[in-house]
């Protein structure tokens, strides 16, 4: 009977904190977020929730909808609950949110009263993915993609993909590195999604449809934040550069011209270092190792060739260098963050900056002379 009694107790004071916890079907696992606002100053919130019988039984029976996506409107983004529970039968989950989708809009007016309200809500993450729309947000979330059929897990795959790229352990393009870049001069550049066709995609036909690249999203290039707020775009290249010579990515792909024909490498081992020559020059030096992937030179591969190759590299990728410098100054956007260095700050437009490029090609494929 003691013994009993003491096992009661002891289950009655491991659960003692759980009984305010939510029964499972009491939850609506929230997978993406869309935010948008209007010109009326009314937000529109896009809430997509995982529809658990769909994904357990995809491989028989009938197609079904992965998501459900719900819209609700508010003046406030701190009432959304209140009218999500107008629509919505259960509880919103946002633990294993995927990412956030945020419209263009909504970018250029700035996000600090979002980003305010992420952090003083326990429940809300600020630690995931977040892109920005082109297109309509409300197109965007309701698009059905095709292998990931879930959309929210879709773009962060799409995004840890494109880290993994560059070598880059975690893309710097979370709400919470918006957060963290407003006290600094070098802007946050955040990737763009994109929607691929005409017409809408939000019906579960689309996953029978062989042709993967209609109707589909893609990101390409970049929205510039600085302070919270989007000023501007910025293409791939232009991102791409940003990704390197601040030091985030160590690996990329190339392309230039040697004796009239294309060589494609890998660019990998990417090493940035900066030195001050002078107060007013800096100086970075980018060393790196090449990898042949296309060599459409119709010459034998010889040493002098490779150092041709190398060569080329070195002066083509200079001159992406010395076009970011330029863009950067044009926009009076310090995508170096030179500002943010002790003998720039508050004159990073008066630094005058020099590139070194120096690459060893030490990868060259199985053969040395091409075929004919």
Not at 16 to 39: F, H, P, T, Y
Not at 228 to 236: E, R, T
Not at 331 to 355: P, Y
Request: charged residues 25%; contains cysteine.
């Amino acid at each position: 009977m003691i013994k009993k009694l003491t096992f009661i107790l002891l289950m009655l004071t491991l659960c003692s904190g759980c009984w305010d916890m939510k029964e499972i079907n009491q939850l609506a696992i929230v997978d993406m977020i869309a935010v948008d606002r209007d010109d009326n100053g009314m937000f529109h919130a896009y809430y997509q929730v995982l529809n658990p019988p769909s994904i357990e039984a995809r491989r028989s029976g009938p197609t079904k909808a992965a998501v459900y996506t719900f819209e609700v409107k508010s003046p406030s983004m701190g009432r959304m609950f209140e009218h999500t529970g107008a629509v919505m039968s259960r509880n919103l989950y946002t633990s294993h949110l995927q990412c956030y989708v945020i419209s263009e809009r909504t970018a250029k007016a700035g996000l600090l009263k979002m980003i305010n309200y992420l952090e003083n809500y326990k429940e809300r993450r600020t630690n995931v993915y977040a892109v920005v729309s082109e297109d309509p947000v409300s197109q965007i979330i309701n698009t059905f993609t095709l292998i990931d059929r879930v959309p929210g897990r879709n773009i962060r795959l799409l995004m840890d993909w494109h880290a993994r790229r560059f070598g880059i352990n975690k893309l710097p393009t979370r709400i919470k590195d918006i957060v963290e870049g407003v006290p600094f001069s070098r802007p946050t550049i955040i990737p763009m999604v994109q929607y691929i066709g005409e017409g809408s995609a939000s019906v579960s036909d689309r996953l029978e449809d062989i042709n993967a690249t209609k109707q589909n999203l893609k990101l390409t290039g970049g929205a510039v934040f600085i302070q919270a707020k989007m000023v501007g775009k910025v293409n791939d290249e232009i991102k791409n550069g940003y990704y390197v010579l601040n030091g985030y990515a160590t690996r990329k792909q190339e392309s230039f011209k040697v004796n009239g024909e294309t060589v494609d490498v890998g660019v990998n081992d990417i090493k940035i270092k900066r030195t001050w020559e002078t107060k007013d020059t800096l100086r970075i030096r980018m060393d790196s190792k090449l990898g042949i992937i296309n060599n459409e030179q119709s010459r034998k591969l010889t040493v002098q060739n490779i150092g041709e190759m190398e060569q080329a590299f070195n002066s083509t990728y200079k001159e992406k260098c010395d076009e970011l410098v330029k863009f950067s100054l044009e926009k009076n956007w310090d995508l170096l963050g030179i500002g943010d260095m002790k003998q720039g700050r508050n004159r990073w437009k008066d630094i005058k900056v020099k590139f070194e490029i120096h690459s060893t090609l030490n990868h060259i494929g199985n053969t040395i002379t091409p075929y004919e």
